[in-house]
């Protein structure tokens, strides 16, 4: 049984844990370790992960399945003043893969955009990630791309994705 619940600052240690295992095996093919090790601070870290919370308006969401928390998703409502919801992050842990808990969290999130009156959900992804046709299949389209300065000499090559709501 699949359980998504919304967390406050008592979940950043479900998060970091979650994020920290998915990483390397999402990114390791793609990514340097010196460039994960740095996105997983410069994101993850406590004072990250509170400041997503509580100033940037980011909401967190866990997935459980059978009583385990082992996936996690963010969003934004109106993001950039425009009526769509943002999906910041979405991570479920290598071994629970293949058990509709990241479908789950984006037909949460696509609900709380369309009660909300959001018109589109927007995500981004590394444009090498595996995950790209797991959003097409769940519908979403490439919209653009874009190369982000994350600082440290990293940047994020990223496709821009959107699902109509």
């Known amino acids: 049984m699949i359980n998504i619940y ?3 600052e008592t979940g950043i240690p479900f998060i970091q844990h ?3 295992n998915t990483w390397p095996d999402t990114f390791g093919n793609i990514l340097s370790t010196e460039q994960i090790s740095y996105m ?5 870290d406590h004072q990250a992960l509170l400041k997503q919370m509580k100033e940037l308006g980011h909401v967190f969401l866990l997935a459980k399945f059978n009583n385990e928390t082992v996936g996690f998703a963010s ?6 003043g425009e009526p769509n919801i943002k999906l910041h992050k979405i991570y479920i842990l290598p071994e629970m893969h293949g058990k509709k808990i990241g479908q789950h969290l984006v037909n949460e999130v696509a609900g709380i955009g369309r ?3 959001q018109t589109g959900l927007l995500l981004n992804v590394n444009r090498h990630n595996n995950a790209v046709g797991f959003y097409e299949r769940v519908g979403f ?6 190369d982000i300065d994350i600082g440290n000499g990293f940047f994020m090559n990223d496709v821009i994705m959107r699902m109509p709501l």
């Not at 997983?40 to 993850?44: A, C, N, P, S, T």
């Open 141 to 146: 389209s490439v919209i653009g791309e874009e």
């Open 18 to 20: 979650i994020a920290n």
């Open 6 to 8: 919304q967390t406050n």
């Open 115 to 117: 009660a909300a009156g």
């Open 75 to 80: 969003y934004e409502l109106n993001y950039k």
């Open 40 to 44: 997983l601070f410069m994101m993850y």
